[in-house]
């Protein structure tokens, strides 16, 4: 082979070998196997409905069902201790109320076949992280139910607390125990 | 008289049939079975030894001991196995002298070669998943506790919908390969998915502030890679997943954790998409009541001493077909499926029990094989010595 064969060679094959190595590794899969419905799906003690602006995020210690809306809007359900009274007054404090809380006061809300009830605050928001959000506003709900309270809160800035206090609603009003 | 020529391939089935390569197979398996048994109790686990000494893959293995490689290369446990396979068939089957006094030792090599061929049925064909029951309850799935899946389900109200399958096979380009992306094609769905940062060990953290660096972060939670453990049961994968629209090219991200118990969601033309990563699900064509078990385990080991339990199966209806009792080394056979107890735990006074399922098309073919080898043999022993006898008593006859 003459030195020009090769001079020609070469340059040659390496561009073979870059187009090859620019190839897609690995080619998109086309995925259309579905599998059947078993009790697997059915997951944890409560049925709920989420609203379909909200998107679902991964449960946590203290949140058996937890959510997130626009940027950083968060709605949770909680299975907690203790009673309605000092469960809302811990959260008006979070927006630096120390006001007693009564709860027949407080506004009702049909859900899990009880009545639960409404405590809302609003201004500067001091979570338990260190997290601190101004002009915020809280909504939330507490029901007593088979033993257990059962709590939905719902923290953000004023005006999406607002925007989502519909969907709140039928999001407390859609939560049962699973049979 | 002058030598036949032997082609190519005759020469190849002498020299692959011939007894050198049996001697050769059979001792690099018992070394390979050795080392990996060692190996095994190392921080590779069973799991990752298994893999890297016996699967289709591995074509060579330096093994390991004390956290250091041997300076020395071994073929893969697989392609012994297949050698060993070609060399019963060749050497002992196909070239094997035939005639009637032959006949049990023909009928043994088959019976071994019978033996290889279901256990490379088993390594292709065999499926093998976890369902855990408390005393009670009865169970309609079993999932895998080492290959993992990623499902989409459309999620309407209270209601899931039956969910599509990514299997751990398609998901094996980008798993624990960092920078790796895979796309996926969802023609019945309003989009496609790429999957990328899949590790195969990690920590899933909620935000406080910003994520350290290194971390993957993605809507308030970030993942941080950890080492994997030799018990791939143990690790908790995650993955980062985009979701994208196929009409309007918008993109949304979700984080995937194994860890997490149920989906998480994007919202997409107003219909809720769940997404899930955890091990392949599998459902049982019928249903397993537990209905007791009872145990005992060896003071201070926590390894089980006995455990047996007593479970119904159900029809699809949730009416009882048959009861069986299960005890160790002594599983359920029903339709195709195996149900070995492999873990029995009492909390509480809540009493759980841990069955591996499996589908194995060959399950009994190495009982059969053993079976016919044994028998074999033993016609031979009997033929030989028939003749042994024959001749002692001739020989003294003509003394």
């Known amino acids: 082979m003459n030195s020009r064969k090769l001079l020609l060679g070469i340059p040659t094959l390496l561009a073979g070998i870059l187009l090859v190595s620019c190839q897609d590794e690995n080619p998109p899969i086309e995925i259309t196997e579905r599998r059947d419905l078993t009790s697997y799906d059915t997951e944890g003690n409560l049925k709920v409905a989420m609203p379909s602006e909200w998107r679902r995020v991964p449960s946590t210690r203290f949140r058996d069902y937890n959510c997130r809306f626009n940027e950083d809007g968060e709605v949770y359900i909680s299975i907690a201790s203790g009673g309605i009274k000092e469960n809302a007054e811990r959260w008006l404090k979070q927006f630096g109320s120390s006001d007693a809380v009564v709860v027949e006061e407080l506004a009702g809300i049909e859900s899990m076949g009880a009545t639960g009830r409404l405590i809302e605050a609003q201004g500067t928001f001091q979570g338990m992280r260190g997290i601190t959000i101004e002009d915020a506003a809280l909504l939330g709900m507490m029901v007593e139910s088979a033993g257990n309270l059962i709590t939905v809160k719902m923290v953000a800035k004023a005006d999406e607390v607002a925007a989502q206090r519909e969907n709140f609603m039928a999001f407390c009003r859609s939560i049962e125990w699973r049979k | ?399």
């Open chain 2, 1 to 399: 008289m002058a030598k036949k020529n032997k082609n190519v391939a005759t020469r190849v089935i002498d020299v692959l049939g011939g007894f050198h390569v049996a001697i050769v197979s059979m001792v690099l398996l018992l070394i390979l079975t050795w080392l990996s048994t060692l190996e095994q109790t190392g921080p590779g686990g069973l799991y990752w030894t298994l893999k890297k000494y016996f699967s289709f893959d591995a074509w060579y293995v330096v093994p390991t001991l004390n956290g250091k490689d041997l300076p020395i290369i071994l073929p893969g446990g697989y392609w012994v196995c297949v050698v060993f396979t070609l060399n019963l068939i060749f050497g002992g089957v196909i070239r094997m002298r035939k005639g009637i006094k032959q006949l049990p030792i023909f009928f043994s090599h088959v019976s071994m070669a019978m033996l290889m061929i279901g256990g490379a049925i088993t390594y292709h064909q065999s499926r093998e998943a976890y369902m855990v029951l408390p005393v009670g309850a009865s169970g309609d799935f079993a999932f895998s506790l080492t290959e993992l899946s990623v499902e989409v389900a459309e999620i309407d109200g209270y209601d899931k919908k039956r969910p599509y399958v990514i299997d751990s096979k398609q998901l094996e380009a980008v798993r624990g390969q960092v920078g790796a992306t895979q796309e996926y094609l969802f023609p019945e769905l309003p989009f496609d998915i790429r999957v990328s940062d899949y590790y195969i060990n990690a920590k899933l953290y909620p935000m406080q502030g910003s994520a350290p660096e290194g971390a993957v972060a993605v809507d308030g939670y970030y993942a941080m890679a950890a080492e994997p453990t030799g018990h791939e049961e143990q690790n908790l994968s995650s993955c980062v997943v985009r979701v994208i629209e196929r009409e309007s090219g918008k993109q949304h991200e979700v984080m995937l954790y194994e860890g997490v118990g149920h989906d998480v969601t994007v919202t997409i033309d107003g219909k809720v998409y769940g997404f899930r990563m955890h091990g392949e699900v599998w459902n049982t064509p019928f249903q397993v009541r537990l209905d007791d078990s009872r145990g005992e385990k060896h003071p201070g080991t926590g390894m089980a001493m006995i455990y047996e339990s007593d479970v119904t199966v159900l029809d699809s209806d949730g009416n009882a077909e048959r009861s069986f009792k299960i005890e160790m080394n002594k599983p359920l056979r029903y339709k195709d499926l195996t149900f070995y107890q492999t873990s029995w735990e009492e909390k509480d006074g809540l009493v759980e029990s841990g069955f591996t399922v499996k589908t194995n098309p060959s399950d009994q073919w190495p009982k059969y094989s053993i079976y016919a080898c044994g028998i074999a043999l033993f016609v031979h022993f009997i033929i030989k010595l028939f003749g042994f006898v024959s001749s002692s008593i001739a020989r003294n006859k003509h003394d």
